[in-house]
């Protein structure tokens, strides 16, 4: 079976999804209204997902991340529980109406964004086949090394190591390349190799060790984008071997990391040594967490299924827009004033020496009461949908959600082009993965400022930069020469006379 890499995504199938969704919400007396918004919003959703080009194109991963992680699985997983969709939440009705605002707005933008879009991407595909691997190495070895760095030495507001740690995307960058070049080099025999398996080993221990879920399932998330823009072959075997990998990290590493985090510091020594005391005892750590979060559940209000549900909790972003979307509905607007505060934020540190630390999450979490009110550090997740209502209500999810959504598209697609032949795509794709369904407009704002700094800086290193890196630890060889072509003999022409010397 080959991974799916789709172009789009068949209507009628959605429709058929959707159908039995919204039948099945009615068994479970949700309120029909509910289930009819839902129902529109998938096909919305696919629609947008079409017109941007699939996974092929940049925007096309932001629709889908944004589609399922703010809603679609969510909504799956409380009919699959036979829960009402709309019980535990607020402002139901409003809520879904907000977010069928802004996928509609969304299919808007792709729609603009299209016609906007270069047709020849800005980078291209700048490396060529010969270069992969030494680029690969190249990367893997800095992004090692500015990593270690960016751990041991400080790193202030305006550094230079500050600005290094917000481009640096080598090991993701690494694993994408080295995953494409295994499976060219082979004829799709193999998905892996050493610079792969290397990136992709230091980037899950430091999730494990930093109790990161993000940073756990960031190498997964690598290696699938880069083997299915190949459409790998994949086993039985390989199946079988990643859905218990899945299970395992739903299973143990996922409560590792939530319960872990209460107990990390400043100290790297001192993480380490809680991390390992708590891998050694992965089940205990999962009943303590498991306890931990029965003991809390009636502390906190914001969850919308009625049991807890663990991880899934975090495959959705409907409880939290929707407390933040009730509050506001009984208050005035926020206004422009957090847009421009993102906007001012891509200032630099080292041209704006007394620049304020923007954490527009944080203060609506205060607004809606889940953070102590001596607390302006704890950044809490949003949906663009939740925050374009808090600006200006309707008007900034007709108007300015949009028009950040068709920069966003255009820029990056007219940058990155088709993800199947350059692999920068692949790597926005990753970002959207965190981006879209709890960035914000914020997080837009930030992508198309520091973002793409980061992504051309990322493209033209490794074109042209890390191939001379890695050239120093595999050698030359694989270095393309491009050799005249052979001179043919022409038709009837006669020999030349022997020499005496002949």
């Given at each position: 079976?080959?991974?799916?890499?789709?172009?789009?995504?068949?209507?009628?199938?959605?429709?058929?999804?959707?159908?039995?969704?919204?039948?099945?919400?009615?068994?479970?007396?949700?309120?029909?209204?509910?289930?009819?918004?839902?129902?529109?919003?998938?096909?919305?959703?696919?629609?947008?997902?079409?017109?941007?080009?699939?996974?092929?194109?940049?925007?096309?991963?932001?629709?889908?991340?944004?589609?399922?992680?703010?809603?679609?699985?969510?909504?799956?997983?409380?009919?699959?529980?036979?829960?009402?969709?709309?019980?535990?939440?607020?402002?139901?009705?409003?809520?879904?109406?907000?977010?069928?605002?802004?996928?509609?707005?969304?299919?808007?933008?792709?729609?603009?964004?299209?016609?906007?879009?270069?047709?020849?991407?800005?980078?291209?595909?700048?490396?060529?086949?010969?270069?992969?691997?030494?680029?690969?190495?190249?990367?893997?070895?800095?992004?090692?090394?500015?990593?270690?760095?960016?751990?041991?030495?400080?790193?202030?507001?305006?550094?230079?190591?500050?600005?290094?740690?917000?481009?640096?995307?080598?090991?993701?960058?690494?694993?994408?390349?080295?995953?494409?070049?295994a499976i060219r080099r082979s004829g799709g025999t193999k998905a892996f190799s050493f610079p792969v398996l290397v990136a992709g080993s230091f980037m899950f221990l430091q999730g494990i060790?930093?109790?990161?879920?993000?940073?756990?399932?960031?190498?997964?998330?690598?290696?699938?984008?880069?083997?299915?823009?190949?459409?790998?072959?994949i086993t039985v075997k390989q199946i079988i071997l990643g859905a218990v990998a899945v299970f395992l990290s739903f299973h143990y590493l996922v409560p590792y990391s939530q319960y872990g985090?209460?107990?990390?510091?400043?100290?790297?020594?001192?993480?380490?040594?809680?991390?390992?005391?708590?891998?050694?005892?992965?089940?205990?750590?999962?009943?303590?967490?498991?306890?931990?979060?029965?003991?809390?559940?009636?502390?906190?209000?914001?969850?919308?299924?009625?049991?807890?549900?663990?991880?899934?909790?975090?495959?959705?972003?409907?409880?939290?827009?929707?407390?933040?979307?009730?509050?506001?509905?009984?208050?005035?607007?926020?206004?422009?004033?957090?847009?421009?505060?993102?906007?001012?934020?891509?200032?630099?540190?080292?041209?704006?020496?007394?620049?304020?630390?923007?954490?527009?999450?944080?203060?609506?979490?205060?607004?809606?009461?889940?953070?102590?009110?001596?607390?302006?550090?704890?950044?809490?997740?949003?949906?663009?949908?939740?925050?374009?209502?808090?600006?200006?209500?309707?008007?900034?999810?007709?108007?300015?959600?949009?028009?950040?959504?068709?920069?966003?598209?255009?820029?990056?697609?007219?940058?990155?082009?088709?993800?199947?032949?350059?692999?920068?795509?692949?790597?926005?794709?990753?970002?959207?993965?965190?981006?879209?369904?709890?960035?914000?407009?914020?997080?837009?704002?930030?992508?198309?400022?520091?973002?793409?700094?980061?992504?051309?800086?990322?493209?033209?290193?490794?074109?042209?930069?890390?191939?001379?890196?890695?050239?120093?630890?595999?050698?030359?060889?694989?270095?393309?020469?491009?050799?005249?072509?052979?001179?043919?003999?022409?038709?009837?022409?006669?020999?030349?006379?022997?020499?005496?010397?002949?």
């Open positions: 079976m080959r991974l799916p890499f789709p172009e789009r995504i068949s209507f009628v199938y959605t429709f058929y999804f959707a159908s039995a969704l919204c039948i099945a919400q009615l068994i479970e007396k949700t309120d029909p209204t509910f289930s009819l918004l839902s129902f529109l919003f998938i096909l919305v959703a696919a629609l947008a997902f079409n017109v941007c080009g699939g996974f092929t194109r940049p925007s096309g991963s932001y629709v889908f991340f944004f589609a399922t992680l703010c809603f679609i699985i969510g909504v799956t997983w409380k009919a699959i529980l036979g829960e009402p969709a709309e019980s535990n939440l607020q402002a139901p009705l409003l809520t879904m109406s907000i977010y069928l605002g802004c996928m509609t707005s969304m299919l808007a933008a792709a729609v603009i964004s299209r016609k906007l879009t270069r047709t020849r991407p800005i980078l291209g595909n700048l490396i060529n086949e010969q270069n992969v691997q030494r680029a690969t190495v190249g990367c893997l070895v800095v992004g090692l090394g500015l990593t270690i760095c960016l751990m041991v030495l400080p790193t202030g507001s305006g550094s230079v190591l500050s600005a290094l740690n917000q481009m640096n995307q080598f090991l993701p960058l690494a694993m994408i390349l080295g995953t494409i070049h060790f930093g109790f990161s879920k993000q940073g756990i399932f960031t190498p997964f998330v690598c290696w699938m984008l880069a083997a299915s823009s190949q459409r790998y072959r985090r209460t107990f990390r510091e400043e100290s790297i020594s001192t993480n380490l040594k809680v991390a390992f005391g708590l891998m050694s005892h992965l089940g205990d750590v999962r009943e303590l967490y498991l306890q931990t979060v029965e003991d809390n559940a009636s502390e906190y209000q914001y969850s919308w299924y009625n049991t807890p549900q663990g991880f899934f909790e975090r495959l959705q972003s409907v409880t939290i827009d929707d407390a933040l979307i009730a509050n506001k509905s009984k208050s005035s607007f926020a206004g422009y004033g957090p847009l421009e505060e993102d906007f001012l934020n891509l200032i630099p540190h080292f041209i704006w020496k007394s620049k304020p630390i923007s954490n527009q999450g944080n203060g609506y979490a205060h607004d809606i009461g889940i953070l102590a009110d001596d607390d302006t550090t704890t950044g809490v997740s949003f949906s663009p949908a939740a925050e374009a209502y808090v600006l200006m209500g309707w008007t900034s999810i007709i108007l300015v959600a949009p028009a950040l959504w068709i920069a966003l598209f255009t820029v990056f697609d007219s940058l990155c082009g088709d993800t199947r032949q350059a692999p920068w795509g692949l790597l926005v794709a990753l970002l959207y993965a965190h981006n879209a369904p709890e960035g914000g407009l914020g997080g837009i704002v930030y992508m198309l400022g520091y973002t793409v700094i980061g992504i051309v800086f990322a493209a033209l290193t490794a074109a042209y930069l890390m191939p001379v890196i890695g050239t120093f630890l595999i050698g030359p060889e694989g270095i393309f020469i491009k050799r005249a072509a052979p001179i043919r003999a022409i038709p009837n022409r006669l020999a030349t006379a022997p020499t005496p010397e002949s």
